[in-house]
């Protein structure tokens, strides 16, 4: 039984974590308030005159960034999506001992390719790129990002498929579905919650990808937002309040992505924490 101490101790607690996480937000939507002479004048102040007008400038401008985010985040979520949850049906339905080792080389490797830092594959996959002829394209940078989820999509997904029964594909078989019909009729319905999971991951993943997309892409293309973020800095200098207004408003789909997936998210995060 928790005594009074105790809860007084995990209530200071929530309290300073809340101060921790909620403090650097704030500054961040305070900064993004103020002109740029402001923030050179003072960057800390809490009395001042706000406006909107870093917002309006930042949305003239960076419209086309935060368009090219949604092209990509939206397409490599739904690839993903499209081949992670066959493959993790077919690696989480172990059906013979010789499958059981494939399933487990298959599985070890793509662990080994979740540890490779992301930088190291720029090279490679650049040549590969230029070999098929579609280095500084769209559909290049999606294809990998696809490369780069799948993955890790397919080790979240795996943990749903072990946690449906064995018996309902048994009494499916029994009444004469074929593996192709279980699959849709019991897999992807009970999948829900880890393709609702997936989803949410993969798409504030591929939103917030870097590196690839300053690599990728030429500087005639319209970048993503990440990239946009990054270009607010230059060597000798920063606009503050443009960078503080475009972290604001490119969080804000992530946000709502958050607020939507968050119970089926936390959900599914715990059932992959513990299978």
């Known amino acids: 039984m928790i005594g009074r101490s105790t809860r007084w101790l995990f209530a200071v607690l929530t309290v300073v974590l809340g101060l921790v996480y909620l403090l650097p937000l704030a500054w961040i939507v305070l ?3 103020k002109t740029n002479a402001q923030v050179l004048r003072d ?24 368009l090219t985010s949604v092209q990509i985040a939206v397409l ?7 081949l992670a949850v066959p493959a993790a049906f077919a690696l989480g339905r172990r059906l013979s001992v010789g499958w059981s ?12 390719l979740q540890m490779i ?19 500084g394209t769209l559909p290049a940078l999606i294809l990998v990002d696809i490369a780069l989820l799948l993955p890790f999509a397919v080790m979240l997904l795996r943990p749903f498929v072990l946690a449906i029964p064995s018996v309902l594909y048994e009494a499916a078989a029994l009444d004469g579905a074929s593996r192709l019909r279980a699959f849709w009729s019991i897999t992807v319905p009970m999948l ?57 408003l490119t969080a804000l789909p992530l946000l709502v992505v958050f607020v939507v997936s968050q119970k ?12």
């Open 192 to 248: 829900s919650n880890g393709i609702f999971t997936v989803m949410s991951v993969i798409f504030i993943t591929a939103w917030g990808e870097f590196v690839y997309a300053i690599n990728f892409l030429p500087q005639d293309v319209v970048l993503p937002v990440s990239a946009l973020l990054a270009s607010q800095n230059a060597t000798y200098a920063a606009n503050w309040n443009t960078l503080m207004a475009l972290a604001v």
């Open 31 to 33: 900064t993004s308030l």
């Open 117 to 135: 830092p992301q930088p190291m594959t720029v090279i490679p996959l650049y040549s590969v790129l230029a070999r098929w002829r579609i280095l």
């Open 101 to 112: 080792r494939v399933i487990a080389v298959v599985l070890a490797a793509f662990l080994v």
């Open 76 to 82: 490599v979520t739904a690839v993903v999506l499209v």
């Open 43 to 66: 960057p800390n102040a809490l009395v001042f005159t706000p406006t909107l007008a870093t917002y309006a400038e930042v949305i003239r401008s960076g419209v086309g960034a935060i």
């Open 264 to 275: 089926r998210l936390i959900n599914g995060l715990s059932l992959g924490a513990v299978k």
